[in-house]
């Protein structure tokens, strides 16, 4: 008989490495064997990426290339980016790491690994290997039947830009939040959107706030901070919102302040509100006056000062300006009053709590100098007066200097200097001599040369007088003119009865002299001891 079998194995096994199994079937007269070639890896058909696509700016990435370690060898696999200019083999640069995992037993990883990964590495990367050209005698088939077999996968990487925390809505604003009144709380709001949602922390004063806290909550993933009720002095101060992440911190601040009204607590003005006058303040003209007003309040109140209802400014404003405002315009001080300083004076502080006020009535009194002036009514034609003697002291000042620059004016002439002298000698006590007493001549020495007088003059006895308009000459009593010059009586310069020095032979001789006249005198001609020319009195010898 002919007779035909069917047999069918099955080999269940737990593969351990890539082989090849062999099956057998024989007879007594046949014998056939089949071979299997299979496959032991851990990526899907021996080739795969790996890795996160989408990543945060910043963050390090690490994209990996799994092949067979059946199929392809490390030398085999590499990794492209995708240009504009075609794929560009990349290499382990600065930013960059290119490695080879070994640790698997049936596959080979190729690692693309970015250290901190930037907007700019965005892009489709290549991982790319090559069949191996190596045989395995006695081994399976490889998975393809042709060397130099390229495949490749693709991997598009996305960064995703790290952004700053933004507050984008709130109610701090870096200035004031005010609460009226007992028993009211306050809110204050950061909204905030960045990179992974940053993280919100609030302070007060510098010191962060902790939860649990009695007054306080924390809502809105810490972006809502609520204080129930507000309490001078425990929840005033300065509030911050902070919002941060690991790109940067954005922050807001804001000042809760627990409203008070103003109130003037000292102050130097009498008025109140509700009275029409007060005893005035008087101030005598050309002195000074200091007007105060301390104030209290919460936010700090603002102080005006007015006159008859006009607002005063500082003087450091308005350089013509007698006012002078300090201590916060707490102080009003005006210096050198006048008339025009007379008034109703008014100090108003406010705040958002309410206003208060206070006002003094200022009279000016003239000093009793100037009040005379006026009361006698003959102020206006004095200041006339004085004005118009101030006028001419200019101009006469002006017209000297302008005579001086233009030399139009002139000395007034010297008058001669007299060469008429006299000289003094006081009597001694014993009355021993009689003084000498000299005029001298305009016209030089006397002593000259000349026979004759004009108009009769006549000399006396010893110690005889000239008379006026007369002229005199001494001469020798043997007739020759003598003492010209340095030469006296004697002939040499000497003294004059011991009382003068005869200089320049103009003072009288104490003896054998004479003097000649046009007219004789009584004794013919002849004086006695002595004489003067041009004097009063003559000379007397010694006795």
Not at 107 to 133: N, Q
Not at 356 to 376: G, H, L, N, R, W
Not at 422 to 446: I, K, M, N, V, W
Not at 464 to 470: A, Y
Request: aromatic share 6%; with cysteine.
């Amino acid at each position: 008989f002919n007779t035909r079998f069917e047999v069918e194995s099955t080999l269940r096994v737990t593969a351990t490495k890539s082989g090849q199994y062999t099956c057998i079937a024989n007879s007594a007269e046949h014998a056939e064997k089949s071979d299997v070639d299979f496959f032991v890896t851990g990526v899907k058909n021996g080739f795969e990426i790996s890795g996160e696509e989408k990543v945060l700016e910043g963050e390090k990435v690490d994209v990996r290339c799994t092949v067979s370690r059946y199929n392809y060898s490390e030398d085999s696999i590499a990794w492209y980016r995708l240009t504009v200019n075609g794929p560009q083999e990349l290499t382990s640069t600065n930013g960059i790491e290119l490695y080879n995992d070994r640790s698997a037993q049936f596959d080979i990883v190729k690692g693309l690994k970015f250290r901190k990964v930037k907007t700019g590495d965005s892009g489709k990367y290549v991982c790319r290997a090559r069949g191996s050209m190596r045989r395995n005698p006695g081994g399976p088939r490889r998975r393809h039947d042709v060397d130099h077999t390229t495949k490749e996968e693709r991997f598009e990487l996305r960064v995703e830009a790290y952004l700053a925390p933004e507050i984008y809505s709130t109610n701090m604003f870096g200035n004031e939040t005010m609460v009226f009144g007992k028993g009211t709380g306050v809110r204050l709001f950061c909204r905030v959107k960045g990179t992974r949602m940053p993280q919100v922390e609030w302070y007060k004063d510098g010191v962060r706030v902790t939860m649990p806290h009695d007054n306080i909550k924390l809502l809105d993933s810490s972006q809502t901070l609520s204080v129930g009720v507000v309490v001078q002095g425990m929840d005033t101060g300065i509030y911050s919102c902070v919002a941060k992440n690991a790109k940067g911190t954005e922050e807001r601040s804001q000042t809760v302040v627990k409203v008070e009204a103003p109130s003037i607590y000292q102050t130097n003005l009498l008025g109140e509100p509700g009275t029409d006058h007060n005893l005035p303040k008087v101030i005598e003209s050309g002195g000074s006056m200091l007007l105060q007003c301390r104030v209290s309040g919460r936010p700090d109140p603002t102080v005006t000062w007015t006159l008859d209802g006009q607002i005063l400014v500082n003087s450091n404003d308005t350089p013509a300006s007698r006012t002078n405002l300090t201590d916060n315009n707490q102080t009003l001080f005006i210096e050198n009053v006048g008339e025009a300083d007379q008034g109703r004076y008014e100090c108003a502080v406010s705040n958002v709590g309410g206003t208060a006020t206070v006002f003094q009535d200022v009279k000016i009194e003239e000093t009793s100098f100037m009040a005379s002036i006026y009361a006698t009514g003959i102020a206006v034609p004095v200041f006339i007066a004085v004005g118009v003697a101030v006028v001419l002291a200019i101009t006469l000042i002006i017209l000297a200097r302008l005579c001086l620059r233009t030399g139009r004016c002139k000395d007034p002439p010297t008058p001669p200097t007299p060469r008429l002298t006299q000289f003094d000698l006081p009597e001694d006590e014993h009355d021993a001599a009689e003084s000498c007493r000299l005029t001298l001549s305009r016209d030089g020495s006397p002593f000259i040369n000349s026979s004759a007088a004009n108009n009769g003059s006549h000399l006396g006895g010893g110690g005889g007088h000239m008379m006026g308009g007369q002229s005199a000459h001494l001469v020798t009593a043997s007739g020759g003119a003598v003492c010209h010059g340095c030469a006296g009586c004697s002939g040499t310069c000497h003294q004059c009865s011991a009382c003068h020095y005869n200089f320049n032979g103009i003072y009288g001789c104490t003896s054998g002299y004479t003097t000649m006249y046009s007219t004789a005198p009584s004794n013919g001609g002849v004086g006695g001891e002595g004489g003067s020319i041009l004097g009063v009195r003559g000379c007397t010898p010694v006795q």
